[in-house]
Each structure stands twice: as structure tokens, then as C-alpha cells.
């Protein structure tokens, strides 16, 4: 330093040229007043300042100063956690880009297997159909570009946010691990801003409901009346003749459950009883692909207000108590929807008023609506629609409660005789089957277009009360109790229709 240990040049400031290369280091370092260092800080101002400002009291009065070695570590902590903090959210950043990722590759393939369905379904029907068949494939494609376009702009959105979170993270790591304390203190304030900006970025949720895709049905052109093939019959057993039963399911195994007032029959399909266990007060049962048993029930002689749920070898594992805005509730019917989530017609506030309520399998509640009239049945479609039966008539909701339609009246053989559908299930083929007690069973697509009728060919007369029906796994096969009364008992017989 022997240029400063001249009398003439002792005021003159010497730095190093590496200094001299960072720009703004040197003249930022200085006083711009006194031409002095700045080697405190005062704590009201957040500035650094020299010391003559403070000892000359050009700087306001009555402020509080700390050295600048005290003040570096102190930021410098701060910046450290506040870089941490921009971290996580990278990592959450990251993550929400790979769930992006993985909806697009579920989107394409979703998309795909609807392409390949309906391409299917064009073969077999031929010409007629051709141009149908075209026109909902181009709404299917305009559908995935609209989706695709969505999944694009949120994957951009996440990319951008994650660049200038990391841009920021990158910019504390420098300053921290190799800046100066000048350079630290003060530069404090601006990266500080930077680092909170990327940790308050909000992260909008994906969509990954797209809607559902409508796979064309026949056209009424081609629909014909086709009656499903009587394959098995069999009488119950004289020993359980038990008034009322109310649903009817086909277990994993193949057998079938039908439920009565007090009891559940588990049969064989030799018509055998393999299994009997108690229930009391409740109508309907369900069969999960998982081998579960669903049913409602309750204390002897009490309205059914709890979901029984009973393993594959009928013993009970748990109850749900069902609620609708903690008022009293009664369950009137059981269905599940395509994703085996559980769906319930509830009677609420002692029938003053009715509603619809899904639950997820660990018992969560999904969606909740009221409904104007009492409903006998309920089902979900392939399309994620419910169908409930309810004041004679059969409709359609959406999952939020909103009123779709009402399905038509199906044309009967008789002009004079009456509509009165009981049941409604469906299928994996986006089906509907209705049923009316004296008029057989009604086919419809699960957007509510009427199909086809089944007329069961009954060997007698008496046996033409259609009690509880179901739908096979598969859908292959229709599972029908019919009833006949015999005096004070009364006699039920199992029939299996295949399908065409």
C-alpha cells in the first residue's frame, strides 16, 4: 500500500481489481456524502451508512446502528431460511408437474381406449350408422383438444413458476455462500422480496375431471325388440318364505345374496342355501367387486339409519351412521355408481323431505342433494350420471344435484296399462335397466334414450310379480326374484336371463 503512504494521496481509496471488475461494489461501498466506508448499519432505516454520518448526526437522530460484521450474520441467517423455504416450494412445484404429467398420459390413454370403442362399435353397426359415428368421434376429438389444451397451460404455468423459483433459490445460495457481508446486507432486501414472491406462488390444482365421454347408441332405425334367454329357474326353499324381499345381488364368488325384512339368504346357483345372517329393518343390498356387502340396517323394530357392511363370509365388520344435516334420516334404498362408491336415498326430518347422498367406500361423504320425491330406487350410469326411481318415474342427476331428464315412458304392448317402474340398475355398458312390476324389464342407454324391452315368458300365470332384479358383473346375465301369493305365505322363485 505504498501509494496511501503519500501525504498527497492519503485520502485515496485503493481496491483490488478484482473489486474493481464487480460493478456498483466500489462506489456502493462508500459514503456518497463523507467519501467514507460504510461499516455500520442503522437498524431504523434498514441502510448501511459511515461513520461520520452518524458521529457528524447527518443521519437522523436517535436511530439504532450496529457494526456491519453484526449485522451480516444476522441477514444472512434470514436469507438462509427464507431460501429454504423457496426449496420446498420447488419440490411442490416439481411434484404438481409430475401429477400434470401423469393426468396428460391418462387423458391420451382414456381418449384412446374411447377411439377404439367406438371404432368397434361402428363395424357392427354397419352404414346406417357411419355418420354418426363420425360426427361423435370429431366431438370426442375436439373434447381431448379442448382437455389437452388445458393440461398444456397448467404444465407452462407450473414450468415458468418453477424457473423463478429456482432462479430465486439460486440467487440466496450465491449470496449466502459466496457474497460479502456487503454484499449480503445489501442486497438483503431485494432478494428477501424475490424469495417471498416464489413461496407465496399459488399452485392451481389440475383438473382431472374431464367429463364424460358418450359413446354413441344404436340408432332407433336399428333398435329391435329382443327378448333375453330364460337359462336357470329354481323355487326358494319352503323354509324361508319370508314376506318382502328388496334386493337381490350377485357375490364374487358367483352366488347370490337376496335380502329379506329380518335376514340376508346367500344361494348357491343350484338355488342351495349356503348362508343366512340378520339384519333388521332395511330394503336393498349390494355386492362390491371386493366381496363386501352393503346394507342398510337398524335396531330391531327401528327405522334403518346405519349402512351395514359385511365381509365375504357374512360377518358384519362395520357401520356407517348416515346423516343429511343432522337431521333424523332414514335410508330408503342402497345402489352403487361406477367407481363403487356408495349411493343412498334417504327419507330426512321423518319423510318431511327427501334426498340423495354418495359416500366413498372408507365412508366419506361425496356429494349430498335433496330430491323432490320419495325415491324406491337408485343407481349410478357408466356415465357418471344417478338414476333414481321415484313418483313413477325414472331420472336422471348429475352428481351435484342438477336435474338432467326424465326417461321416457317405454311403449307397451298394452295402450291402457299403467307405467309404474320399481327398480333401476345398470351396467358397465353404460345401460339402464327399468323395471316394472306387471311390464317386465326396460332397457335405456345410460343418457336415458329408450332401447329395448324384456318381457319375462313366464310357465304360469301367478309368477308375474317382478320383485328385486339385478345385472350380473359381466352383464351378461339379469337375476330376477318373482313372487306369487299362496294364501298368508308367500312363494319366490330366482330366474337367470342371458343376454342375446
Given at each position: ?342 349411493l343412498l336415498g334417504l327419507g330426512v326430518d321423518n319423510y318431511y323431505s327427501f334426498a340423495v347422498s354418495m359416500y366413498s367406500r372408507d365412508g366419506n361423504i361425496l356429494s349430498q342433494f335433496q330430491i323432490p320425491d320419495q325415491p324406491y330406487a337408485i343407481t349410478g350410469t357408466q356415465n357418471g350420471q344417478l338414476a333414481t326411481i321415484s313418483n313413477n318415474e325414472c331420472q336422471l342427476y348429475d352428481t351435484s344435484g342438477r336435474f338432467i331428464k326424465q326417461l321416457p315412458h317405454p311403449p307397451l304392448e298394452d295402450d291402457s296399462a299403467l ?82
Open positions: 500500500m505504498s501509494h496511501r503512504n503519500l501525504r498527497a494521496l492519503g485520502d485515496h481509496h485503493v481496491v483490488t481489481i478484482e473489486e474493481w471488475h464487480k460493478e456498483g461494489t466500489i462506489h456502493e461501498k462508500f459514503c456518497a456524502k463523507h467519501d467514507e466506508q460504510k461499516r455500520f448499519y442503522c437498524e431504523t432505516c434498514e441502510e448501511l451508512v459511515c461513520r461520520d454520518c452518524i458521529v457528524m448526526k447527518q443521519h437522523c437522530r436517535d436511530h439504532d446502528y450496529v457494526t456491519l460484521k453484526d449485522v451480516f450474520h444476522q441477514k444472512a441467517n434470514k436469507l438462509r431460511e427464507a431460501m429454504k423455504e423457496c426449496q420446498e416450494m420447488c419440490q411442490r412445484l416439481k411434484s404438481a408437474l409430475d401429477d400434470a404429467q401423469e393426468t396428460e398420459s391418462t387423458l391420451e390413454k382414456k381418449f384412446a381406449d374411447a377411439q377404439t370403442q367406438i371404432e368397434m362399435k361402428k363395424k357392427t353397426m354397419l352404414q346406417i350408422v357411419s355418420n354418426s359415428f363420425d360426427d361423435q368421434k370429431r366431438k370426442v376429438s375436439l373434447m381431448q383438444e379442448q382437455n389437452v389444451k388445458e393440461i398444456s397451460e397448467a404444465k407452462k404455468e407450473f414450468h415458468d413458476s418453477l424457473l423463478r423459483a429456482q432462479s430465486a433459490s439460486d440467487k440466496a445460495n450465491k449470496l449466502t455462500t459466496s457474497g460479502s457481508d456487503f454484499e449480503v446486507v445489501s442486497q438483503f432486501t431485494d432478494t428477501m422480496k424475490v424469495l417471498h414472491d416464489a413461496k407465496c406462488m399459488q399452485i392451481n390444482k389440475v383438473n382431472t375431471t374431464f367429463g364424460s365421454i358418450d359413446i354413441p347408441s344404436i340408432p332407433y332405425e336399428v333398435k329391435v325388440k329382443r327378448h333375453w334367454t330364460l337359462s336357470k329357474e329354481f323355487e326358494f326353499p319352503h323354509d324361508y318364505r319370508s314376506p318382502y324381499p328388496s334386493g337381490i345381488a350377485q357375490t364374487r364368488s358367483g352366488n347370490f345374496a337376496v335380502r329379506f325384512l329380518d335376514y340376508v339368504l346367500i344361494l348357491s346357483e343350484s338355488g342351495a342355501v349356503t348362508h343366512k345372517f340378520s339384519c333388521y329393518c332395511g330394503k336393498g343390498i349390494v355386492c362390491t367387486q371386493d366381496g363386501k356387502y352393503m346394507l342398510p340396517s337398524g335396531i330391531r323394530f327401528c327405522y334403518p339409519s346405519m349402512l351395514g357392511i359385511h365381509d365375504d363370509k357374512c360377518k358384519k365388520e362395520s357401520s356407517l351412521a348416515i346423516k343429511y344435516e343432522n337431521k333424523h334420516t332414514r335410508i330408503i334404498c342402497i345402489g352403487l355408481d361406477c367407481h363403487e362408491n356408495i307405467w309404474s317402474p320399481k327398480q333401476v340398475c345398470s351396467t358397465l355398458r353404460n345401460e339402464l335397466f327399468v323395471s316394472d312390476i306387471e311390464q317386465g324389464v326396460h332397457v335405456y342407454t345410460g343418457n336415458g334414450d329408450y332401447m329395448s324391452c324384456i318381457i319375462p315368458q313366464a310357465n304360469e300365470q301367478s309368477w308375474s310379480n317382478i320383485q328385486p332384479f339385478t345385472l350380473s358383473k359381466d352383464g351378461q346375465q339379469l337375476l330376477m326374484v318373482l313372487s306369487d301369493e299362496e294364501g298368508y305365505s308367500y312363494r319366490y322363485k330366482m330366474r337367470i336371463y342371458k343376454r342375446p
